[in-house]
């Protein structure tokens, strides 16, 4: 067993004085209502704080309703980041590689530029825009699932191997975007740019509804196989002796996390190391592995995040552009000293 | 009943197992010896369906490996490696828990809750069901694994090696609980083992292999004697009476 311990140690009896305070402050639930607070008065804080309009006025009212989409999009974003990495976690039996790490949304900017390199923009634009949305996301999980179906589900590779060849896929997947990019004529350029590098501030809204209707149902597919994903992250022998098809179910899944990559890069574009840290923290404040809690806390944790960062940095700092710069940073760091300090297991 | 028909397994150009033809009768508690690399853990694991033989067939109870229902078939066998790595953070119970999968899908019922209880007292695990895998010593977490296979409650229960990494004190008590489960628990319980010892004082029935084959089979006072024992392991090994149980010697030749 390598676990790394990530959790509070059991703590020891509690006395009498103060045990009934640790006892709420322990149990899940309050934790979970304690992030989600967080995450709620962050979301009122964007939307109401420093609104030039007079409270209650319709000038208020249409200023809160703007600032909606992007708390909508950070919702989305923090489900798809959340998840995405947790699951993802379970059926490569690991705690530090993620989709992005693994360059799950290069491939994603590999086949955006690839489809307006082969066919065109003006193709692409004449088409309607959520079937256009729907088919890239296609493309994007038959390549997803195939490639990283053939590396998790073939002969037991390293970690150091993966994060080796993760590295390189999402480096070379970067530099053939590079490539084709050049060749783009200035207009075709400009209109992948626009679908490439989103940001939260400036995410096309038009397709946030379809985005949070894809998040409810993978979130009801996930939340439904939540018993048989604690057995899973048991390893392929103990999961087949518990008779789960464990080969079918990592498949199953690494599908469900290519379509939550695309649509959370659809709307803000690439966060790398964002889903590494929020999953990290769901870890420790959880304790346990269990789905039917790490699941919800990570949503939770990922948005609490995301709305805090996105609130300071727009009303505090005035930089709300910035945030994706922020998080990489930081959650490149946290993730280099996660490595330094427990090494790769 | 297990029943193996022709069954091969080759690793690259390593012939690994067989052909072999094996029947292991329902009851009791069945040592697979042999010198290392002799295709036991290969044999079991194919049992197990945890490996793809090259070709023939596996029934366990009447059911082929192979093509039954999965879920089935985790009702009727339950097989545990030696190595059990994985990152996921689980308490004692809920590790025991997760052997009532493929009765309960996870929803935990009733009976599951005292499916469990009954697997923890078992392996005289109560007091630590509520500590976590990471922080029990290796004896303790092997324990555990076996109490998640007891739990299972199936009624052929596979272990490749169950007495890896423990001393003296808790091999022998691993041992004597398996003995309990087939006695008392009415279980089909296979092992490999490499302390012959252990077969010998344990198992109502020895497989001994070797080269992929399989050599003998027989009562503990049928394969434990000294020519059996000489052939099979290559090297100079003397049987002498023990208190119980015949007692293969072989430190000094």
């Known amino acids: 067993m390598a676990a790394p311990v990530t959790g509070p140690p059991p703590s020891p009896t509690p006395l009498a004085a103060g045990s009934r305070w640790r006892a709420v402050t322990g149990s899940y639930a309050f934790r979970l209502s304690a992030v989600s607070a967080v995450a709620v008065a962050a979301a009122i804080g964007i939307l109401v704080y420093g609104n030039p309009a007079e409270p209650g006025t319709r000038g208020f009212w249409i200023i809160v309703e703007s600032r909606f989409a992007s708390v909508g999009t950070i919702l989305v974003v923090a489900f798809c980041h ?264 | 009943m297990i029943t193996l028909h022709d069954v091969a397994k080759t690793y690259g150009d390593v012939h690994a197992l067989g052909p072999v033809d094996l029947e292991i009768p329902t009851g009791g508690l069945t040592a697979l010896v042999g010198p290392n690399g002799a295709g036991k853990s290969t044999m079991l694991t194919i049992v197990g369906r945890l490996l793809s033989a090259d070709s023939g067939r596996v029934t366990v109870g009447g059911l082929d490996v192979v093509t039954s229902r999965p879920r089935d078939l985790a009702q009727r066998l339950a097989i545990l490696r030696q190595e059990n790595h994985f990152v996921a953070r689980l308490t004692v119970r809920q590790l025991v828990a997760l052997g009532r999968f493929p009765h309960s899908q996870g929803r935990i019922t009733r009976a599951d809750e005292a499916a469990i209880d009954t697997a923890l007292e078992f392996l005289d695990l109560v007091d630590l069901q509520r500590r976590f895998l990471d922080e029990l010593s290796g004896g303790q977490r092997q324990r555990a694994y076996v109490a998640m296979v007891l739990a299972q409650d199936t009624e052929y229960v596979l272990l490749d090696e169950p007495l890896n990494n423990l001393d003296m004190q808790h091999a022998v008590s691993m041992m004597a609980r398996l003995r309990r489960a087939a006695d008392e628990l009415g279980k089909t319980v296979v092992v490999v083992v490499h302390d012959i010892n252990f077969a010998a004082a344990y198992a109502d029935r020895i497989i001994a292999m070797t080269e992929g084959q399989i050599r003998y089979v027989g009562t503990p006072a049928e394969v434990i004697t000294t020519e059996t024992l000489t052939d099979l392991f290559a090297t100079p090994v003397t049987v002498v009476d023990g208190p119980g149980h015949p007692l293969a010697v072989y430190y000094r030749p």
């Open chain 1, 82 to 345: 959340g998840i995405a990495t947790v699951i993802f976690h379970t059926v490569t039996n690991n705690r530090i590689l993620t989709p992005s790490i693994l360059g799950f949304d290069a491939l994603y900017r590999v086949i955006q530029t690839a489809l307006v390199f082969f066919f065109g923009a003006g193709t692409l634009a004449a088409t309607d825009g959520l079937g256009k949305v729907a088919l890239q996301s296609l493309i994007m999980i038959a390549f997803a699932s195939l490639l990283y179906g053939w590396l998790f589900t073939g002969t037991r590779a390293s970690l150091h191997l993966l994060l080796l060849v993760g590295v390189v896929l999402g480096m070379g997947f970067g530099s053939l975007s590079t490539f084709m990019q050049r060749l783009l004529t200035p207009s075709e350029f400009d209109i992948l740019t626009a679908r490439l590098f989103g940001n939260i501030s400036a995410s096309d809204s038009s397709y946030l509804p379809w985005g949070a209707l894809v998040c409810v149902a993978v979130g009801a597919v996930v939340w439904r196989r939540r018993y048989v994903l604690d057995v899973v992250a048991l390893g392929r022998e103990t999961a087949t002796s518990l008779g789960v098809r464990h080969q079918r179910e990592v498949m199953l899944t690494l599908v469900l996390v290519a379509v939550l990559v695309s649509v959370s890069t659809s709307l803000v574009g690439p966060m790398t190391f964002f889903g590494f840290v929020v999953a990290m923290l769901t870890y420790q404040v959880v304790g346990t592995s269990a789905h039917s809690r790490t699941l919800p806390m990570v949503v939770a944790v990922a948005a609490a995040t995301l709305l805090l960062a996105y609130f300071v940095l727009r009303h505090v700092f005035y930089a709300a552009g910035l945030i994706s710069v922020i998080i990489e940073f930081c959650g490149g760091l946290i993730f280099l000293v996660y490595l330094l300090r427990k090494g790769l297991r």
